[in-house]
């Protein structure tokens, strides 16, 4: 195990129904707050009037800025600090998914700042960045279980000149508060609360497979976040009023980043880092380039590390081996997951989303550029040079 | 999955060494810290002169408070508040245990209110108690894996005049930081490392068999928890100074009670409770005592849950059932239980404690007394009265 540190200063109300609880712990916080959210889908489901609505029982009476979009952009964020600045907001409310909720954070931190938020952005070794050392106090109400942004300290912003999207990574980012209400999942389309499901598994499969460190516990602890997806993602496709699963989903997300998962881990298994040059030039959900990359890159790893691919089919998808290698292990044991993702519609290739190899190569510079770190690879049990990445992606067509 | 609110505002110092952090971390705190220890070990480990040492190199002079007894005395708490008052400390340091810790916390409720400290312990239904609103800050320096005080807002004092045992909780009574520097532990007698592993074990296993929810997650992150105690404790027994093992058991004693693991279900399973009531009127360890009673407590319970007992047979000791009915797998996932408590040399009877039955009667009343909470029974799936008590406290002779 690796020594850490770990922060968690977010409190978490948590549970059918605590949306009511919102416009109390709000005053506790502030008293002109900018609710931060999408173009469309809160306004549709009546979750932002319902929201206000909590608000106004308080004498509360937000600013709204509804125009995030899918994979946020820098220049949106911008304008969002500028907007909190001259309304004379003292806190930020991040209403949706992770879009919205990233976007608050960066929102909190130009407010204070009024900087671009791109100044704050880590792009790749060598560029300056500046530090957030302030933001505006921040309350996070998601609306799908999927990114963890509501107990994490980082977002990730698109910079829709550049095509780059990459990360703003503070203490000061921690939501002071997150309502996390499955209910507000209810009315969360399929396809959202499927990708959901595959970023909580992808957040706490990249530590799983280090190569760096091995670490029981938190093994362990994966293992039961993924099989908790497994297990009642299907029930919420199924039904997706069914609270029990709806429940499990989210508190699954909330934890998967929330640090306990995978402190004590070394990094690796760079899945996200491969799908943010895919979504950073093609505007697919992060849920579906998680999915699309998962199979490809777990076969080009388990070169370096079978067992771990065996355990993860001994331990989630309850496999046995007798008469097999541990080759042949690591293989059935990425068919299971494979299987998995075939069953909520997510065994995906690049021609399943209209893509074609025309920016393999510029992704795969994106990506050692950003997420090299000063190498000319990723750390993974096999590491990932550039040539490994368009193998990957190759793989994936 | 029951709702809950979770907050931990504990910064976490986890690692082999990282004892070296601690001066430099508590000036960020304050500038005089009363360090609570018990009578012994931690000067005769030298672990003490190293953390005066530590605080030295930082220019911090502590005052030293080392009177704490196992079972931490409420009389000797309220000496130390008094000590904190007299010599202006504005910071406590719990150093050593689970007794050390929560005596800490005691202290520092108590040099802020003045009073007594069994004034804010709930020491059962219709006493008036006085809850701890404000105390000083609060540091934790845990030698043993076992409460889990590093990351809670409780601490459990005895009254040596009537022989009860009851807790004080509080938001304030969080510590502010926990250096958990599992190296520290390496001088752990074997007798505390195996009472603390029970200890762990016992933490997430009270919620894994409430009868009052269910929840999927909790419980396989409960079996995360236990597995890891059942593996690496014989490893820590076999070499004290193995790290890993160390470092699994002291994050696993962090996480148990940090909320994480047992929110959103119910109580019940009161095996705490019962333990409570042996070690207030006899001088044996928590761990000794929860080890005896688990196996009966465990035995009455399966009558009405055995499904959950076959689950733990499956989920955490790999046991596969075929021709057995669910009660007969309940009860040979016990024995499971039961070989590994003698395994680590705790399947324990009264008898062999020195205990015959002449308390059963008093102790029993004591249970309902304190955690009857208004009912003449205790949460459990199987619920236990004072006939049940004396049946279990009978089983164990």
Redesign the interface.
Known sequence: ?????????T????????IKKLGKEIKKIGSKPLIVTGRKAMRQTGILDKVIGILKEVNVKPVVFEKIEPNPRAKTVDEGGKLARDEGCDLVVGLGGGSAMDAAKGIAAVAVSKRPVWDHVYSGEGETYIPVRKALPLVCVPTVAATGSEADSGGIITNSETNEKAGIFSNALFPALSVVDPELTFTCPEDYTIDGGIDIISHVLESYFTGTST???QD??S???V??VI??LPLAIKNPRDI?AR??LS??ST?ALSG?IN??RGGGFPLHALEHAVSGHYDISHGCGLALLMPALMKYTSVARPEKFMEMGMNIFDLRFEDESVEQAAAKSIDAMKEFLDSVKRLLRFSDLGIGDEKFEIMADDIIKIYGHGKNYLDNPRPIDKTGILEIFKNTL
Do not use: Q
């Not at 020594?3 to 200063?9: A, D, M, R, S």
């Open positions: 195990m690796l020594n850490f540190e770990f922060i968690l200063p409190k978490i109300i948590f549970g059918a129904g605590e670490a029981y516990l362990r602890l293992e039961s976040i099989k908790t297990h009642y029990e429940s499990h508190w699954s934890l306990l402190i004590g």
